[in-house]
């Protein structure tokens, strides 16, 4: 017996071990990719039990189905999504990250209601036992979510739609309302599977609800929130394919899958807790609507003292030690590069520069450090909350640079405030705090920031980019 | 029955691993990390394949190929815009 046969005669088990391996794969990747050091290659490591995860599926459905699989859809479908995916992710810009990470989630809860719904449809007479229809109603439902939460996601941070939180009235009341008939019509097609054409219509109205649900539930949301709503619907895409997994009898999709789910959702807490609020308070809060149609007059504020690039450059020529605090007013002006000239000039003068990130600073955790990474920031000059907070007393200066709700001192000072209790960035402690901003608007939270009123504060109203273009020339000159 | 035990054993460890796993991740890799597990939810992509390969009926196909399209991108994007995240901090 030739090699081949008995590989084909095993196939069986071989598939298996290349799952098992596969799951390992995952788990270490993972694992590597929480680690600076280790980030780069557990990516790969993941892309790798990936790869092989595929080729082996694709070799068992040939030895499985020889006269029934569809080579040339298959091989047409991973063309065109390969051209598609590689396109997408070469070709953006690194500030549109977020909405693309979410593009792609949408696309994985996509897929996961399509593999569902095949298998239902084409199964053939044979009922499905209970608990595998319930997990046909849970891919489709989770998934279906996933995908037009994510698509809404998508077009908030693209700007397609407005980023603020759209509510209306009884909006909660018709969410619930939708979530009970997605329910009860996932009930009627698990107990009425044996008419096999109504099991399809509840099926396919329950998807059709789910989709309108996905929308509602992300539309309320703010902007400012996108980060934690994208990584909760990481964590249900993951959801969505292992239930896929249990309708197909397919280990590696669930392990695979509720890998993805639970680190998900554990992400998801980080991240609230980085803003001091519950999960149900972003989901449900519509934070920032109401405080901000108020406060948007710029006439509360008082003893405001503007300032020029000239000005800057001479507080900064004498400076020892700079903090620069980056937020989402950098990534909108693009102005990561401009940012990196002066803290190069700074350098050479002699001074200490380094940036505080705050966890929530910009639309994704980590989004700014992305983007210094990108125009060549040294890693071990990023810090974070933690290990630089202390340091602000001994600051002679700090840039901030779009950034407002994260260095704002109320969620300290002001208990009515509500942002108070959110760890913020202690900059007003520095001796000289210079605020880059285009307007004395609001940030997401949509409320006044004593800051820009305190009396070692000045402000420098620009745009991010030519700001710190303007402030590189002045300080070149001098 | 005694199958869907095993399956429910390996979802239910699964999500421990998944949740003890992730403790403490430095805020730099929140996104890479978000980024690269959404690529892992692209597994689907197995499925999908299954998909085109049971059943020889024309919306059976399409709806196998969209699937696949849709996984594909997942898998493919999610993998190689992570590593052109991480890529940066390696400078």
């Keep these: 017996m030739s090699f081949t046969e008995v590989f084909a005669q095993n196939i069986e088990l071989m598939a298996g071990i290349v799952y098992l391996v596969a799951a390992i794969l995952f788990i270490i990747g993972i694992k590597q990719l929480s680690k600076i050091k280790t980030a780069a290659n557990g990516n790969i490591i993941s892309a790798i039990a990936m790869l092989i995860a595929i080729i082996i599926t694709a070799i068992k459905l040939n030895i499985d189905n020889p006269a029934v699989i569809q080579w040339p859809f298959i091989i047409a479908g991973i063309i065109i999504g390969t051209i598609i995916g590689y396109f997408l992710a070469v070709k953006i810009k690194m500030t549109a990250m977020p909405q693309l990470v979410a593009i792609f989630n949408g696309f994985g809860g996509g897929a996961s209601v399509f593999v569902a719904l095949a298998y239902f449809l084409f199964k053939g007479d044979a009922l499905l036992s209970n608990v595998d229809m319930i997990t046909v109603v849970l891919s489709c439902l989770i998934g279906i979510i996933t995908f037009s939460g994510s698509m809404v996601a998508f077009a908030k941070l693209q700007g397609l739609i407005d980023g603020q939180p759209i509510m209306f009235p009884g909006s909660h009341i018709l969410n619930l309302m939708l979530a009970i008939g997605t329910i009860a019509l996932g009930y009627l097609a698990v107990v009425q599977q044996a008419t096999f054409s109504n099991a399809v219509l509840f099926l396919l109205l329950l998807t059709g609800i789910a989709f309108v649900l996905g929308i509602l539930l992300v539309t309320p949301i703010g902007g400012a929130d996108m980060p934690v709503v994208i990584a909760l619907l990481n964590a249900y895409s993951g959801i969505a394919a292992a239930m896929t997994g249990f309708v197909l009898g397919n280990i590696l999709l669930i392990i695979a899958g509720s890998l993805v789910g639970a680190s998900g959702i554990i992400l998801t807490r980080i991240m609230c807790k980085a803003m001091n609020r519950s999960l149900a308070n972003v989901l449900f809060g519509g934070f920032g609507q109401h405080e901000s149609n108020v406060s948007k007059d710029k006439s509360e504020y008082q003893n405001i003292k503007s300032t020029s690039p000239e000005e800057v450059a001479a507080i900064l020529d004498a400076a020892q030690n700079v903090i620069i605090v980056p937020g989402y007013g950098m990534a909108v002006s693009q102005a990561q590069n401009a940012v990196r000239d002066v803290f190069h000039t700074l350098e050479k003068k002699g001074a200490n520069v380094e940036f505080a990130i705050h966890p929530v600073a910009g639309r994704m955790p980590g989004h700014m450090n992305v983007l210094l990474a990108e125009a060549d920031i040294p890693y071990d000059k990023m810090k974070d909350l933690d290990s630089i907070n202390d340091s602000f007393k001994q600051t002679d200066v700090v840039i901030i640079l779009g950034a407002n709700d994260v260095v704002n001192p109320s969620a300290t000072e002001d208990k009515s405030s509500p942002i108070y209790g959110m760890p913020i960035l202690n900059v007003h402690e520095a001796k000289t705090v210079i605020v880059v901003k285009r307007s004395l608007s609001p940030g997401f939270a949509g409320i006044k920031n004593p800051l820009f009123e305190k009396e070692n504060t000045l402000m420098m109203f620009a745009d991010a980019k030519e700001a710190m273009a303007k402030l590189n020339t002045e300080l070149k000159e001098l | ?91």
């Design chain 2, 1 to 91: 029955m005694i199958e869907i035990l095993y399956l429910v054993t390996a979802f239910v460890l699964a999500c421990f691993v998944g949740y003890e796993m992730i403790t403490k991740v430095p805020p730099t890799l929140h996104t890479p990390l978000m980024s690269g597990t959404n690529a892992i939810s692209g597994i689907i992509i197995i499925g999908a394949l299954a998909a085109l390969a049971y059943v020889k009926n024309p919306l059976a196909n399409i709806i196998g190929l969209v699937a696949l399209i849709m996984a594909t991108i997942n898998v493919v994007g999610g993998f190689m815009v992570t590593n052109r995240m991480l890529r940066m901090f390696k400078k």
